[in-house]
């Protein structure tokens, strides 16, 4: 470590991050940490990262002025390329007591995030914390709704015990303010737009799908999950194949995926991509289907904007706060004529269009870059 670095050097920040997802998970949460924490570390702070281990014998690591600490933990049941942590409070107020972060960062609301709130508050170390799933919407989709209040009860228990609590979208803002949240501020995710470009069109990987000039490449990237509603693209894409020649890709894994690969095998199932592969699958489609309503977010629709696909989402998080209807992007409604399956055929019916909205989602996406959001985060 670099003892002037978390000693202090003017405008140096010593930042405590606890998390229980971290890269490289593959998830929009564990990708938008690891944006925010190198870019803090590219900008001279020192971060400490608290995580559960991600293999047994993981071992703590430091490179330049970012330090891993694995904490012990468990796959979550059900969901195993994810763990949770275990309460570590006597540890983090032994360790902050020897090397006092400025602040903590404490970004999931598990057993290990939840202690690290308890240990900084009991340290008198500031704490904020960030929202960043919605936990109480995804029981239904698991049977268990009858478990949302409770869980919503917990969450904002937990989250007025810190100075901030930090949510991606204005809209989300304003929910957890109506649900009792107190002093919920906005911190907007950004986008790799170096990563994700259409310049990373591939036509082999579209003849590997069947695809040619007439092809319309339809693609679904995110865990195949109940909760992530992919059934609406599905009938969506079934509605309109008689109609139009079109091309299902999905990206990603899941507990549905077996299931949905022996109904559907004409669909291409490619698993979980990462990188310059991943970007490469979404720069050869066309379209991008985001049905899930249960995000706080979704980064998923960034990332196929800055792509250059026209993307089709519910005017929900990160769609409603960066589409405009059929100028950036196209959103749906609970209407039956303007249903997700609606505005898509329409979408599909106008193929100039779709090239058109592509274009205009990449050039907005210019302004989403992840240095402005390190900024954000630190004048907080």
């Not at 998390?19 to 490289?24: C, G, K, L, N, R």
């Not at 693609?219 to 865990?223: A, C, P, Q, T």
């Not at 954000?376 to 004048?379: I, V």
């Given at each position: 470590?670099?003892?002037k670095?978390?000693?202090?050097e003017?405008h140096t920040l010593?930042?405590g991050l606890v998390?229980?997802?971290?890269?490289?998970e593959?998830?929009g949460v564990?990708?938008?940490?690891?944006?925010?924490?190198?870019?803090?570390?590219n900008?001279?702070?020192?971060?400490?990262?608290?995580r559960?281990?991600?293999?047994r014998?993981?071992k703590?690591?430091?490179?330049d002025?970012?330090?891993h600490?694995?904490?012990?933990?468990?796959p979550?049941?059900?969901?195993?390329?994810?763990?949770?942590?275990f309460p570590a409070?006597r540890?983090?107020?032994?360790?902050?007591?020897?090397r006092?972060?400025?602040v903590?960062?404490?970004?999931?609301?598990g057993?290990?995030?939840a202690?690290?709130?308890?240990?900084?508050?009991?340290s008198g170390?500031p704490?904020?914390?960030?929202?960043h799933?919605?936990?109480?919407?995804?029981?239904s989709?698991?049977?268990?709704?009858?478990?949302?209040p409770?869980?919503i009860?917990?969450?904002?228990r937990?989250?007025?015990?810190?100075a901030?609590?930090?949510a991606?979208?204005?809209a989300?803002?304003?929910e957890?303010?109506d649900?009792g949240?107190?002093?919920?501020e906005v911190m907007q995710r950004?986008?790799?737009?170096?990563?994700f470009?259409?310049?990373?069109?591939d036509?082999?990987?579209?003849?590997?799908w069947g695809a040619?000039?007439?092809?319309?490449?339809c693609?679904?990237?995110?865990?195949i999950?109940p909760?992530?509603?992919?059934r609406?693209?599905?009938?969506?894409?079934?509605?309109?194949?008689?109609?139009?020649?079109i091309r299902?890709?999905l990206?990603?894994?899941?507990?549905?995926?077996?299931r949905?690969?022996?109904?559907?095998?004409?669909?291409?199932?490619c698993?979980t991509?990462?990188g310059?592969?991943l970007a490469r699958?979404?720069?050869?489609a066309?379209?991008?289907l985001?049905?899930s309503?249960?995000e706080t977010?979704?980064?998923?629709?960034t990332?196929?904007?800055a792509?250059?696909?026209?993307?089709v989402a519910?005017?929900?998080?990160?769609?409603h706060?960066?589409?405009?209807?059929?100028?950036?992007?196209?959103?749906?409604?609970?209407?039956?004529?303007?249903?997700?399956?609606a505005?898509?055929?329409?979408?599909?019916?106008?193929r100039?269009?779709?090239?058109?909205?592509?274009?205009?989602?990449?050039?907005?996406?210019?302004?989403?870059n992840?240095?402005t959001i390190?900024s954000?985060?630190?004048?907080l």
């Open positions: 470590m670099d003892d670095a978390h000693c202090g003017p010593s930042i998390s229980e997802t971290y890269a490289p593959v998830n564990a990708m938008t940490l690891g944006r925010l924490v190198n870019g803090l570390g900008d001279g702070h020192y971060v400490e990262v608290y559960p281990a991600q293999h014998n993981e703590a690591s430091i490179c002025t970012i330090r600490i694995p904490m012990r933990g468990m979550i049941p059900g969901y195993r390329e994810m763990h949770f942590g409070g540890f983090f107020r032994s360790h902050w007591k020897q006092r972060p400025d903590v960062y404490v970004a999931t609301e057993p290990l995030g202690s690290a709130v308890k240990a900084a508050r009991q170390i704490v904020i914390s960030g929202f799933t919605n936990f109480h919407s995804y029981c989709h698991y049977y268990l709704g009858w478990l949302a409770a869980i009860a917990y969450l904002r937990l989250h007025n015990q810190t901030m609590t930090l991606p979208t204005n989300l803002a304003r957890l303010t649900k949240f107190n002093n919920v950004g986008v790799d737009i170096e990563l470009s259409p310049s990373r069109r036509d082999r990987l579209r003849e590997k040619g000039d007439g092809s319309i490449v693609i679904h990237v995110g865990r999950a909760e992530k509603n992919i609406t693209a599905i009938d969506t894409v079934l509605a309109l194949a008689p109609h139009h020649n299902f890709v990206v990603g894994d899941g507990p549905m995926r077996q949905l690969e022996r109904e559907h095998p004409d669909f291409f199932f698993g991509r990462h310059e592969d699958h979404y720069a050869s066309d379209i991008a985001f049905p309503r249960t977010f979704g980064n998923v629709v990332e196929a904007m792509s250059g696909l026209a993307t519910f005017d929900e998080a990160a769609a706060e960066h589409i405009t209807d059929f100028h950036n992007g196209v959103l749906a409604y609970d209407d039956p004529t303007q249903s997700f399956t505005v898509t055929a329409r979408l599909c019916a106008q100039e269009l779709i090239r058109t909205i592509g274009n205009n989602a990449r050039e907005y996406t210019l302004q989403l992840w240095p390190v954000r985060f630190k004048s």
